[in-house]
């Protein structure tokens, strides 16, 4: 099972995090993978080429990944059919492709049979059911269709007469690919669980090097959102879950092997393989790498990374943020300034173990209870740091806080901080002072605010900020840029700050060959356009209708009053 890998590792594997909250109330969801990896009397071994074949061979040929629908697939309605074919199975698989290398193999694979009892006989590397195999043979919740299967070979109960079952014939098998990928679309009892998008594990390796040949992978239709901003999330999941059945499995890493083919863990002379503990499963305990998480339940804990030291996404991780998640919420910037984020350090409901606790002071929180203080997230071992979030109400998304998709951009009446999201859009930081919108008759202020999403342009050596009709110069790192801009009836008001020129636009500066200025440049006080709002001639106007109102009134009390006194 030998796979080199042309991609780093910190990208290869990921949790899938969102925190979802509407308006004010927060509430933090949390997707947890639990992969449910095979045993080890369920999977099945398929005749390879041999061994000593396969490593004298160069490790210089990309995967090939065979898809084979089943009709479950086919039943999705147009619009998720359409996103799952087009869109994000080639993305998911093309990305595998490319991303591991392997030694060529000229084997037509052909799948073994299931057999329906767990005990089995090997002869010549080929797996014989006793008596009789399965009438199916099922990989996850698909039926692998006769041509991919070799003939059902069976033994006796003691392991003689063993050979083809007379009018069992073998499949022409699947040439030319190295891995076939058997794929569903049912709502499983498991779809329902941990608000599961999909899942999947292998279910047959190869004899020679022990490689994963088939596999599974079952996508939850009610979870499968065709909104834009769900697409990166769905994408990410997909790629995850493709992982687990290619080899980062609790019931494979017993089977790795170094670049030169050998195993890195001792195998059995009777039979080639790691020795098997009952308890504990093909583990090798004292193993040098990278840390595997050692929380959750069966499923998450050994069979992801420690996800305190590799997070999410392909995006670089920011692994500290000591901004307590509390009303008024304040927002960040993710890293690479792509998504408005929230910083995920709330106040537990207990003391946190002390290998957990990392503060000493936390600002605005009381001396003495920082041992409650730790991120959302456990796995993490409760190490506070900036996440993406959704909005949503009842449930459903509203919008995401991913900059560049216009599907997030707040509705017209709610859009306080004047944000615009599209693909130019890039998240910014504001001051510590909350936006406000004023009237002529009235002031509000919204409950949350931090960073926003807007528009940009890299002109004459500078970074410009674009905010409704206007453009902002920044002149320099730090500067606070002061928004005064009526917009609805409203005037809004607030503050964004510059970040270095470099950080934005040094890269589409280099392509123009062009460069920042040095940034040392005070802004002329004529600089920026302020909007004022014009209350006077309304105020004016109100007064003299009331002014009416109040002498129409008393000349009739005064009619009225003449009246009764003539009577």
């Known amino acids: 099972m030998m796979l080199n890998v042309k991609w780093k590792c910190s990208s290869l594997i990921c949790f899938v995090v969102i925190i979802n909250f509407f308006i004010i109330k927060s509430t933090c ?52 059919f359409k996103l799952i074919n087009n869109t994000i199975l080639p993305e998911a698989v093309t990305f595998w492709e490319k991303a591991l290398l392997l030694r060529r193999s000229e084997t037509v694979i052909r799948l073994t049979r299931k057999c329906s009892d767990s005990q089995i006989f090997v002869k010549d590397g080929r797996t014989h059911c006793i008596d009789t195999c399965n009438e199916k043979t099922m990989c996850g919740e698909v039926e692998v269709p006769d041509d991919h299967l070799d003939a059902c070979r069976t033994c006796n109960s003691t392991g003689q007469n063993c050979g083809v079952v007379e ?58 959102s065709t909104k834009r901003q769900e697409l990166e999330i769905l994408l990410s999941t997909v790629k995850h879950e493709i992982l687990h059945a290619l080899g980062f499995s609790v019931s494979l890493y017993a089977f790795y092997r170094e670049p030169n083919g050998k195993p890195l863990t001792e195998r059995s002379p009777e039979t080639g393989k790691p020795p098997l503990n009952e308890t504990s499963g093909y583990m090798k305990r004292e193993v040098k790498g990278a840390e595997l998480e050692d929380q959750g339940e069966e499923g998450t804990a050994l069979t992801h990374w420690e996800k305190r030291i590799l997070e999410v996404r392909e995006v670089p991780f920011i692994p500290f943020c000591n901004k307590v998640k509390q009303d008024p919420l304040q927002t960040e910037c993710t890293n690479d300034r792509s998504s408005v984020a929230l910083c995920n350090l709330v106040k ?21 209870t920082e041992g409650f203080y730790g991120g959302s997230i456990f796995l993490a071992d409760y190490c506070p740091y900036i ?25 017209p009446g709610k859009n306080f901080a004047l944000e615009k999201y599209g693909e130019n859009s890039r998240c910014f930081e504001h001051t510590n002072q909350m936006w406000e919108e004023r009237s002529c008759r009235q002031m509000r202020q919204w409950r ?55 950080e934005i636009c040094e890269e589409e500066f280099a392509a123009r060959n062009e ?22 001639s309304f105020v004016a106007k109100e ?5 009416l109102v109040i002498v129409f009134f008393c000349k009739f009390y005064l009619s009225i009053k003449s009246l009764s006194l003539i009577r």
């Open 29 to 80: 969801e949390h997707r947890l993978c639990n992969h449910v990896y095979p045993k080890h009397y369920e999977i099945l071994y398929t005749k390879g080429e041999p061994e000593h074949n396969i490593r004298k061979r160069s490790i210089d040929q990309s995967l090939r990944i065979l898809l084979y629908y089943d009709q479950s697939v086919y039943r999705l309605d147009e619009e998720r």
């Open 515 to 536: 460069t920042c200025k040095l940034g040392d440049e005070s802004p002329p006080s004529t600089a920026y356009s302020r909007d004022e709002l014009q209350c006077g």
């Open 387 to 411: 996440q993406e979030f959704t909005w949503r109400s009842k449930n459903v998304v509203v919008r995401g806080s991913h900059c560049q998709y216009l599907e997030n951009n707040p509705k």
């Open 448 to 502: 949350h605010w931090g960073s926003g999403c807007y528009g940009y342009r890299c002109q004459n050596g500078r970074l410009h900020l674009l905010v409704e009709n206007y453009s902002y110069e920044c002149f320099h790192k730090n500067q606070e840029i002061s928004i005064r801009i009526i917009s609805d009836g409203w005037l809004h008001k607030g503050a964004i700050i510059c970040p270095p020129c470099k």
């Open 543 to 547: 007064s003299r209708f009331l002014l």
């Open 167 to 224: 009018g069992s014939n073998v499949g022409p098998g699947i040439p030319n690919f190295d891995f076939v990928f058997y794929i569903s679309a049912m709502q499983t009892e498991r779809c329902n669980k941990s608000l599961t998008v999909a899942y999947a594990a292998h279910c047959q390796q190869e004899s020679g090097l022990d490689r994963p040949i088939a596999g599974h992978a079952n996508l939850c239709p009610n979870s499968i």
């Open 348 to 368: 537990h409901n207990f003391e946190l173990p002390k290998i957990y606790q990392n503060f000493d002071y936390i600002q605005y929180v009381e001396s003495g």
